[in-house]
């Protein structure tokens, strides 16, 4: 079975500094594995994916991920922080082989100091 | 491109009265999905529809819920009769394929039952 857990609930960075959140997957299958973005009040907004192909995967935003099959992570990160970026991040699992379900993380709310 | 459409984005009813939320997909997609999310229990699952025949619906709560996806570009999820525990952001998504694919959330509708 698939699960995912986010290490952190919460991570504070200084505008301008590097964001890190962590990722840890579990499942039988390969993955396919995504990062959402949730700005207050909103849907949840794709932010990269990962489906087998290159271990680091950019996206929007300057975001991006690797994908350590090893350390069954997918940690995502950025170089520089900046004030629009603060919101809830989730990690999301999904089976390659053809099961719809996402699996979600609990979330981590990343807020941006000035 | 109008992203996954949603209707309304609010809604306050008083408990014990039917609740209507609706979704437009993506044109294209054939898959679809209704998620439920609050802070006790975060993104939860409640049905899945594929090219708009219901395959899951193990997450739907109770009976007081029901939905319906007459055709490719809508679908509604109705809650009859509401009561203040169904108080939550209800989230339509959908994609192009069920299996592994990205999925495009809508901007969600709060729903408050007093």
């Known amino acids: 079975a698939q699960s995912v857990t986010q290490l952190d609930s919460h991570v504070s960075v200084s505008e301008g500094t590097p964001v890190l959140l962590r990722c840890n997957y579990s499942s039988s299958y390969s993955p396919s594995l995504f990062w959402y973005v949730q700005h207050p009040n909103k849907g949840l907004q794709l932010l990269l994916k990962y489906t087998s192909a290159a271990t680091l995967v950019k996206g929007i935003n300057g975001f991006e991920a690797e994908f350590k099959k090893s350390e069954t992570s997918f940690h995502l990160t950025k170089p520089s922080a900046h004030m629009s970026d603060a919101a809830e991040y989730f990690c999301v699992v999904s089976e390659q082989s053809g099961t719809y379900k996402y699996i979600f993380g609990t979330g981590t709310r990343l807020k941006v100091l000035a | 491109d109008a992203g996954v459409i949603q209707s309304p984005r609010h809604e306050v009813t008083e408990m014990g009265q039917e609740v209507t939320l609706r979704c437009k997909p993506i044109?294209?997609?054939?898959?679809l999905f209704w998620y439920r999310q609050t802070m006790m229990r975060g993104l939860e699952l409640l049905i899945y529809f594929n090219n708009n025949v219901p395959i899951d619906d193990s997450g739907m709560p109770e009976d007081r819920f029901s939905a319906k996806m007459p055709n490719a570009s809508f679908s509604t999820l109705k809650i009859q009769p509401s009561e203040p525990r169904d108080s939550a952001v209800y989230f339509c998504?959908?994609?192009?394929?069920?299996?592994?694919?990205?999925?495009?959330f809508g901007p969600g509708t709060r729903l408050t039952v007093t």
């Open positions: 044109s294209g997609h054939n898959s």
């Open positions: 998504a959908s994609t192009p394929s069920g299996g592994g694919y990205e999925q495009y």
